[in-house]
């Protein structure tokens, strides 16, 4: 990513710390396609044919992981505090980069959590929660309180008491105990029938099934530039550096 990428978004309507492995590896590219939008460079990708799924209900389907891009989630979408910058914001998450060196993350599988489907480690990862659970107390200076309707919004959804505990003082409810890391491979799936819900599954695991392991090794920032446009990948900060 190029100093220019990152000035052009210094005022963006919102930001998010992801994990998205290297752009332009297997993985990067593999799950761009499956989305149907590389994050970095903006342009829609064709997606992979799935037997027994139109392409325009494929779309649909996968309509809103494509929004945010190829990603996990360590510190969700939040708006910055008047008195701060993107630049500052960037030194944050270099700050916590520098205390953390790559580390190999296990195997990933295709499951479904609540209502969609996503690649969740095979097995619990202790790296995985903790450098999340960094991103979300290291940056919390960085993000401006919810606003009323934002948190009536999230409410709205079915929260557990923990959740909103934890909504009220991160900004995000499923974080620290309540996180799992996921990369996301399709929205809300519930009017979906059970046929299409296993065609998107099985396609999934051929689609992903051959890809090798992946390192942590990057903390990437995300914009979005204006209210509802899709995110960006606008810097990928290594860790140990």
């Known amino acids: ?6 000035r052009r978004h210094r005022a963006a309507h919102r930001y998010a710390a992801y994990f998205a492995p290297t752009i332009g590896s297997a993985w990067w590219d593999t799950g761009s396609h499956w989305l149907g939008r590389c994050a970095a460079s903006g342009q829609p990708l064709p997606q992979p044919a799935i037997d027994g799924l139109p392409p325009a209900r494929q779309q649909a389907l996968t309509a809103a992981p494509r929004r945010y891009g190829w990603h996990a989630t360590l510190k969700a979408p939040f708006a910055l505090p008047s008195h701060l910058d993107a630049a500052s914001l960037r030194t944050g998450i270099r700050h916590i980069c520098k205390a953390w060196e790559p580390f190999d993350m296990p195997a990933l599988q295709v499951v479904r959590l609540d209502d969609f489907l996503a690649l969740v480690p095979v097995v619990p990862s202790r790296a995985l929660n903790a450098m999340a659970s960094a991103c979300v107390t290291g940056l919390h200076a960085f993000a401006a309180p919810l606003p009323p309707a934002e948190l009536q919004r999230r409410r709205a959804s079915g929260l557990t008491p923990e959740e909103d505990a934890l909504l009220q003082r991160w900004g995000y409810p499923f974080v620290l105990d309540r996180f799992r890391f996921h990369l996301s491979l399709t929205g809300s799936l519930r009017e979906a029938d059970e046929a299409e819900v296993q065609a998107l599954h099985d396609a999934a695991q051929r689609h992903f099934g051959a890809l090798p392991a992946q390192r942590f090794d990057a903390i990437s920032l995300f914009a979005e530039p204006e209210p509802r ?5 606008i810097e990928q900060m290594a860790l140990g550096a």
Not at 1 to 6: D, L, P, R
Not at 229 to 233: E, G, K, T
Request: glycine share 0%; aromatic share 18%.
């Open 1 to 6: 990513m190029t100093e220019a990428v990152f």
């Open 229 to 233: 446009a899709d995110f960006v990948c």
